[in-house]
């Protein structure tokens, strides 16, 4: 049974997956997408997204605190620069995963992990240009409505149905 096994191990001991998880944390934050398996994918958005949060408080502290996750000043400048930027005003679900199927080697299933607020397919910009094209949407029996010559409003069906 697997009563509180809250941690995905991946089949690795704790120093290795947290090695593999610490660079997967700075390759998405370096490049704000990264392709890997589904597994690793759920581990990493478990990994990172409480690190962005950190990086939200600009902080001599809390760039310690990421620093000794992410062992990268890289990546560290870029999440406390650019990255809590555009995620100031989340309250949380940085990540998106997207499944990509398998991989031709060993079968594997592949992952998109992204981060949200870099994509401007899905993004702000979508969703923008739909409201200037937004119509106001009318059932056919409200459109059919006709105003009667002594003020009444009748529709075409009950005029149909009076012949």
């Known amino acids: 049974m697997r009563h509180g096994d809250k941690i995905k191990n991946l089949s690795r001991t704790k120093a290795h997956r947290e090695a593999l998880l610490s660079n997967l944390a700075s390759q998405l934050i370096t490049y704000k997408r990264i392709v890997t398996t589904v597994a690793k994918a759920k581990a990493l958005r478990v990994y990172v997204e409480p690190l962005i949060t950190k990086g939200k408080e ?3 502290h809390q760039r310690r605190v990421v620093f ?3 062992q990268d000043k890289d990546a560290v400048k870029e999440l406390f620069s650019t990255v809590a930027e555009k ?11 997207i499944k990509l ?14 981060l949200v607020d870099f994509n401007e397919i899905y993004g702000k910009g979508k969703g923008e240009a739909k409201e200037g094209a937004k ?15 002594d003020g009444e409003i009748s529709t075409e069906k009950t005029e149909e149905k009076e012949k």
């Open 87 to 97: 995620v100031a005003g989340r309250p949380g679900g940085y990540t998106r995963v």
């Open 68 to 70: 000794s996750y992410l």
């Open 135 to 149: 119509k106001t949407r009318r059932s056919r029996a409200t459109t059919a409505k006709k105003a009667a010559p």
């Open 58 to 60: 600009n902080t001599t």
């Open 101 to 114: 199927g398998t991989r031709p080697g060993d079968a594997a299933e592949q992952a998109l992990i992204e």
